[in-house]
Nanobody, 125 residues
């Protein structure tokens, strides 16, 4: 059974940075597509970033492009979300997700098969 565990969330001032690791167990993610989503208070879950299975391609929501970076460390079986220049509107619960499918939309929650439990990120103004 695949398990994903996010960490690294917390309270940060606007303009600050956080790095969210998502550690996977039960199966190697070296050939998996990975995604990060977030759910702001009172809103639906939304796409943030994704990494193709080859790690050659990255995808970002317009709202985070240029500020967030998704990466993967195969040796640690971990995917990361580096978040810089944080804004109060980035406040949300952040989730990582994984899939070994070869077709589908990186931007859709339906593409992913396993999800972490989420980690809270709060950005104060």
């Amino acid at each position: 059974q695949v398990q994903l565990v996010e960490s690294g969330g917390g309270l940060v001032q606007a303009g600050g940075s956080l790095r969210l690791p998502c550690a996977a167990s039960g199966r190697t993610i070296s050939s998996a597509a990975m995604g990060w989503f977030r759910q702001p208070p009172g809103k639906e879950r939304e796409f943030v970033a994704a990494l193709s299975s080859s790690a050659h391609y990255t995808y970002y929501a317009d709202s985070v492009k240029g500020r967030f970076t998704i990466s993967r460390d195969n040796a640690k079986n971990t995917v990361y979300l580096q978040m810089n220049s944080l804004k109060p509107e980035d406040t949300a619960v952040y989730y990582c997700a994984v899939t070994w499918r070869y077709s589908g939309s990186y931007y859709s929650t339906a593409f992913y098969d396993y999800w972490g439990q989420g980690t809270q990120v709060t950005v104060s103004s």
